[in-house]
């Protein structure tokens, strides 16, 4: 099964510069390691168009890093699924803690996304993870079992296929603290056993990964890939992992 290396830009790049990373990477990777690994590029809503552009046949999958879950309406702001769609966006990246914690996102919310992402045909990338004071109190298990349970409560098991799940520790994203190689896979097996139907669902890891880390996150038996944040915006970084998830699996 195919590797899962998505990068998630955040809010970084403009259109212009964001095209101009896309074309970057395009040109670093070797089309041998994309039969191998599934490479995602999350750059802002304003340069999907340019990235999109860039990328258009290279087989690099477009993705969005967040959406409202309604179809269209009164919510200033905000960007819905069809939107996306248009744009040939393929992945959204739903319940990142960037979200939850800036902009009150709740499990509910998420739950909504993540309904409305499988029925217009995007496939969630779903983020979960425990911020450090829920890691200290030994709540990690209890708050990544929560937020699973609840994205995917009410999908049917048949749509799952289409999903992946990313643990990323809240105190492990751009802080430079990756999480110990042992807790990452006990924590991404609970996760694959919080809800019947998760056992062959991707689980991708994420907070602080890069291209010295990153082939140990690989070769735990319960991880997929990762989710990379501030190491996605460098292509030949990016590059690097996306090289590691191939060969993880070659
Ligand atoms: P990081 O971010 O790789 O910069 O830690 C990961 C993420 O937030 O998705």
């Known amino acids: 099964m195919h590797a899962i290396v998505a990068g998630n830009w955040k809010m970084h790049?403009?259109?212009?510069?964001?095209?101009?990373?896309?074309?970057?990477?395009?040109?670093?990777?070797?089309?041998?390691?994309?039969?191998?690994?599934?490479?995602?590029?999350?750059?802002?809503?304003?340069?999907l168009g340019a990235v999109g552009n860039a990328l258009a046949g290279s087989g690099v999958a477009l993705g969005a890093q967040n959406m409202?879950?309604?179809?269209?309406g009164a919510f200033?702001?905000?960007?819905?699924?069809?939107?996306?769609?248009?744009?040939?966006v393929h992945?959204?990246?739903?319940?990142?803690s960037e979200r939850r914690r800036y902009f009150g996102e709740s499990d509910d919310d998420v739950r909504r996304k993540?309904?409305?992402?499988?029925?217009?045909?995007l496939r969630p990338i779903i983020a979960v993870g425990e911020t450090e004071a829920q890691r200290d109190a030994g709540e990690t298990d209890a708050c990544v079992t929560r937020q699973t349970r609840a994205a995917l409560d009410g999908v049917e098991r048949d749509r799952l296929e289409s999903i992946a799940i990313a643990y990323e520790p809240v105190w492990a994203i751009g802080t430079g603290r990756n999480c110990e190689l042992q807790e990452a896979d006990r924590?991404?097996?609970?996760?694959?056993?919080?809800?019947?139907?998760?056992?062959?669902?991707p689980v991708l890891y994420g907070g602080s990964?890069?291209?010295?880390?990153f082939a140990a996150y690989l070769a735990?038996?319960?991880?997929?890939?990762?989710?990379?944040?501030?190491?996605?915006?460098?292509?030949?970084t990016f590059a690097t992992m996306v090289r590691l998830g191939a060969e993880a699996r070659a």
């Not at 510069?17 to 395009?26: F, K, P, V």
């Not at 200033?76 to 996306?84: D, N, Q, R, S, V």
């Not at 924590?187 to 669902?201: C, P, R």
């Not at 735990?220 to 030949?236: H, K, P, T, V, Y």
């Open 13 to 47: 790049e403009t259109a212009r510069d964001g095209g101009q990373l896309a074309h970057d990477i395009r040109a670093l990777l070797d089309d041998a390691w994309l039969r191998n690994v599934t490479v995602v590029v999350a750059p802002p809503f304003t340069a």
């Open 187 to 201: 924590v991404m097996s609970l996760i694959k056993g919080s809800t019947s139907g998760l056992e062959d669902v």
């Open 68 to 72: 409202h879950w309604e179809d269209a």
């Open 76 to 88: 200033t702001g905000e960007i819905a699924p069809p939107m996306l769609v248009e744009l040939g």
């Open 91 to 96: 992945y959204v990246i739903l319940g990142h």
């Open 220 to 236: 735990l038996q319960s991880c997929r890939g990762g989710l990379i944040g501030g190491a996605s915006l460098d292509a030949q």
């Open 114 to 121: 993540v309904h409305a992402a499988l029925e217009h045909g």
């Open 209 to 213: 990964a890069n291209p010295s880390n």
